[in-house]
Nanobody
Framework: QVQLVESGGGSVQAGGSLRLSCAASAYIYSRSCMGWFRRAPGKEREAVAG????????AYADSVKGRFTIFLDNAKRTLYLQMNSLKSEDTAMYYC????????????????????WGQGTQVTVSS
């Protein structure tokens, strides 16, 4: 049973933009927080951005702050990641996730709070 479906990945030149989408089932969308993580070849998975569904409060990794924006469309039960000013180091598989956060803003960047993961969408940035 597919519960999180990512889309929007692709290839883009450095400086360009992409918008990732993550459609969630009703049950999964009811979780308190959602986020985006990424894994580059040969590297550990890292948090990119996360958001509380009820308040819209969000947190970002330092590497993407000011360039990426995470947001929700509650009517569509969809999570988005707007990525601008892309760099070659942003090349990775991006994963959408949902889980139960405890109210602290930095929880949204902690992988252990997340219990459901999508299959991932590839982003490739060429310099």
């Amino acid at each position: 049973q597919v519960q999180l479906v990512e889309s929007g990945g692709g290839s883009v030149q450095a400086g360009g933009s992409l918008r990732l989408s993550c459609a969630a089932s009703a049950y999964i969308y009811s979780r308190s927080c959602m986020g985006w993580f990424r894994r580059a070849p040969g590297k550990e998975r890292e948090a990119v951005a996360g958001i509380y569904r009820d308040t819209g409060s969000a947190a970002y990794a330092d590497s993407v702050k000011g360039r990426f924006t995470i947001f929700l469309d509650n009517a569509k039960r969809t999570l988005y990641l707007q990525m601008n000013s892309l760099k070659s180091e942003d090349t990775a598989m991006y994963y959408c996730t949902a889980g139960g956060c405890n109210g602290e803003i930095w929880d949204v960047l902690r992988s252990y709070v997340y219990t459901t993961w999508g299959q991932g969408t590839q982003v490739t940035v060429s310099s």
